[in-house]
Nanobody
Framework: EVQLVESGGGLVRAGGSLTLSCATS????????IGWFRQAPGKEREGVSC????????YYEDSVKGRFTISIDNARKTVFLQMNSLKPEDTAVYYC?????????????????????WGQGTQVTVSS
């Protein structure tokens, strides 16, 4: 059974940094994608970034390009989201999600419906 566990959220001032981690287990092959999503109160869940375990391709939502970096530690089976220059509008619950069916390029990476597995979420709060 695939399991995803997020950690690393917290409270940070605008301009600060946080690194989120998504520890994965249960994948039976190296062909999967891990996405990061966020959901603010009253808003829909939106795709932030995604990485392909098989070929390392990365994807970013426009508002986080240049500020967020997604990476994967294959040995530890953990995906990281380094978030710099944080803004109050980045405040949300952040989720990691796993997809085992999509091939590269992963054109639907930003759609929640593209993913089969979800973590429990971690809160990120950016104060102004």
């Amino acid at each position: 059974e695939v399991q995803l566990v997020e950690s690393g959220g917290g409270l940070v001032r605008a301009g600060g940094s946080l690194t989120l981690s998504c520890a994965t287990s249960g994948f039976t092959s190296d062909d999967y994608n891990i996405g990061w999503f966020r959901q603010a109160p009253g808003k829909e869940r939106e795709g932030v970034s995604c990485i392909s375990r098989s070929d390392g391709s990365t994807y970013y939502e426009d508002s986080v390009k240049g500020r967020f970096t997604i990476s994967i530690d294959n040995a530890r089976k953990t995906v990281f989201l380094q978030m710099n220059s944080l803004k109050p509008e980045d405040t949300a619950v952040y989720y990691c999600a796993g997809d085992i069916y999509s091939l590269s390029p992963f054109l639907g990476w930003f759609l929640p419906s593209s993913y089969n597995y979800w973590g429990q979420g971690t809160q990120v709060t950016v104060s102004s």
